[in-house]
T-cell receptor, first 113, second 114 residues
């Protein structure tokens, strides 16, 4: 049981480049989330998927797109990276949305120069 | 609207002494409250969770938290700190009325001095 996996672990991009962060969970969870973590700001929700086939914006969605590929996988795409998107990105999943415990992946550390 | 305040950005304790990490929340409805721990360069892991059952909640690694509705607090405690407790701790509130919103506090960094 791997839990929540994320790839890549580290990435450096130049301004304007695009990339996709991959996330997969093997716990048969319905809900999945993408967060970014910046110093002193806790975690901020970028997008979430309450169930397969649905996605919704979180607190800071600008500059990102997501795809819930199937029940297991939820990807985050940066179409044109900006230095303000330098952050650590975490994927998480939970059985259902809201009041259920979330399980987190190990994170992707992204630097945009 | 719901919100979370962690009253200390950094706490330093000596090994073997008690730990107190403070959290206050604001929620319009009956909240679910969580504490998560993040060790350096790792993802977050659930320590404990309150969901309107017992007000004193026991978690992993000897941590516990008490839900006090009158004070809108959910402080995290441990009787005796261990070096391995050094980490970032996040208090989290989820509002049943907004089932898809989970609010993270800014975090408290705990240092343990040998």
């Amino acid at each position: 049981n791997a839990g929540v996996t994320q790839t890549p672990k580290f990435q450096v991009l130049k301004t304007g480049q695009s990339m996709t962060l991959q996330c997969a969970q093997d716990m048969n969870h319905n809900s999945m989330y993408w967060y970014r973590q910046d110093p002193g700001m806790g975690l901020r929700l970028i997008y979430y998927s309450a169930s397969e086939g649905t996605t919704d914006k979180g607190e800071v969605p600008n500059g990102y797109n997501v795809s819930r590929l199937n029940k297991r996988e939820f990807s985050l795409r940066l179409e044109s990276a900006a230095p303000s998107q330098t952050s650590v990105y975490f994927c998480a999943s939970s059985e259902y949305a809201g009041t259920y415990e979330q399980y987190f992946g190990p994170g992707t550390r992204l630097t945009v120069t | 609207a719901q919100s979370v305040t962690q009253l200390d950005s950094h706490v330093s304790v000596s090994e073997g002494t008690p730990v107190l990490l403070r959290c206050n929340y604001s929620s319009s409805y009956s909240p679910s409250l969580f504490w998560y721990v993040q060790h350096p360069n790792k993802g977050l892991q659930l320590l404990l969770k309150y969901t309107s059952a017992a007000t004193l909640v026991k978690g992993i690694n000897g941590f516990e938290a008490e839900f006090k509705k009158s004070e809108t607090s959910f402080h995290l405690t441990k009787p005796s700190a261990h070096m391995s407790d050094a980490a970032e701790y996040f208090c989290v509130v989820s509002d049943e009325a907004s089932y898809d919103k989970v609010i993270f506090g800014p975090g408290t960094s705990l240092s343990v001095i040998p």
